[in-house]
């Protein structure tokens, strides 16, 4: 499965910030989603083999990078309060005859005080 | 990727259908309709979709009206742990595409 870490985290308004995804094995697709509290997730950004591939209405201090080992990162420059969210990853396989669904993560959070 | 709407929340009696309901009026011909759920404080999950005919599988069943601009969620005999934030998307069938999440129905099942 999807697996996502750290499970929680706090940090201070400025501060940056990384957070880890594994894939499930042989995807090539990551998607990361940002959930505010009573909220449906809002995309944020994908990455297919390496490359950014669609971006939502998030600010460059949003980025990601994609490895060849089913892992991949969101890292988030300058916190700002309204940061504190569920960050959920998920992988698909993005091919011919290739599976339609996204498996989602269990999420990050984090708050920003 | 197309509009949905649906109710905030619904209340079911365990054992009993929860039907769930979700307009898409203005759904595109080549546009699928995907239902996901959401356990509280975990990612949310993949339970079916459909592009024109009814669907079922071992979770639930899709009923997608004719015309398309509507569909329905049935989960047969509800059980507390199917207790969740039910999302109704629509999108093409390209697992590349992101996917745009509404408010969702809060579902409620209770002994």
């Known amino acids: 499965g999807v697996t996502q870490s750290p499970t929680h985290l706090i940090k201070t308004r400025g501060q940056q910030v990384t957070l880890r995804c594994s894939s499930q094995?042989?995807?090539?697709?990551v998607s990361w989603y940002q959930q505010a509290l009573g909220q449906g997730p809002q995309f944020i950004f994908q990455?297919?083999?390496?490359?950014?591939?669609g971006r939502g209405n998030f600010p460059p201090r949003f980025s990601g990078l994609q490895f060849p080992n089913d892992s991949s990162e969101l890292n988030v420059n300058a916190l700002e309060l309204d940061d504190s969210a569920l960050y959920l990853c998920a992988s698909s396989l993005v091919g011919q005859g290739a599976s339609h669904e996204q498996f989602f993560g269990p999420g990050t959070r984090l708050t920003v005080l | 990727d197309a509009k949905t709407t649906q109710p905030p929340s619904m209340d079911c009696a365990e054992g009993r259908a929860a039907n769930l309901p979700c307009n898409h009026s203005?759904?595109?011909?080549?546009?699928?309709v995907y239902w996901y759920r959401q356990i509280h404080s975990q990612g949310p999950q993949y339970i079916i979709h459909?592009?024109?005919n009814n669907e079922t599988n071992e979770m639930a069943s899709l009923i997608i009206t004719e015309d398309r601009k509507s569909s329905t969620l049935i989960l047969p005999h509800a059980t507390l742990r199917d207790t969740a934030v039910y999302y109704c998307?629509?999108?093409?069938?390209?697992?590349?595409?992101?996917?745009?999440f509404g408010g969702g129905t809060r579902l409620m099942v209770k002994p």
């Open positions: 998307i629509v999108r093409v069938n390209n697992a590349g595409n992101m996917l745009t």
């Open positions: 459909g592009l024109k």
């Open positions: 990455y297919y083999r390496k490359e950014e591939n």
């Open positions: 094995s042989g995807h090539n697709t």
């Open positions: 203005t759904i595109s011909g080549n546009e699928y």
